[in-house]
């Protein structure tokens, strides 16, 4: 076995391999618990047992373990489901943002689609017909989302126009008004 495989499973192993791999993963383990309390603040302990031994392993060290996992213990029980993570629910999590950004993607890519085919037939590259059915159908899209947008200009320049009549006619008034 060279360097780069990884024997995911120890059982066809003798006793003393076994514990050697053990070893290394647990100063791995180790290394990234390290690295956590110091990177993101928080306390960190690993116990590990084999059944059937007397020997456990505790990292930093079991006074330290205990203390770790008996001030976890001493929180209320609100507070205690509050900073519990599991594993689980935070690897869904990322999952979920993962799949909302993704969505985010698609939806700019079928925008920038619908411009581009819209573009294409005002400037005359592609006719209407050369268009297929998944094709005409973005362009209807486009074609709901300008109208809308061209009807809410619309309604801000009439707005607009309004708001600048009634400013002039109050003007026009006030210039009447002092002048007999």
Known sequence: MNGKEVCWTTRNLDEGKRKKILAERLASLCKKAHELTILCDVKVSIISFTPGETDI???PSLDEANDI???YLACPEKQRK???VEHEAYLQ???NDREEDIRKLEQMVEEKKMENL???LVEGRKRFDDFNVRDIK???KLFV???AELDQRKIQLRENIANEIGANDSNAREENDGHP
């Open 82 to 84: 509050y900073k519990l």
């Open 138 to 140: 973005c362009l209807l």
């Open 69 to 71: 996992v008996n001030s």
């Open 118 to 120: 819209f573009n294409q």
């Open 145 to 147: 989302v300008k109208r």
């Open 93 to 95: 999590a990322i999952v």
């Open 57 to 59: 392993f505790a990292w």
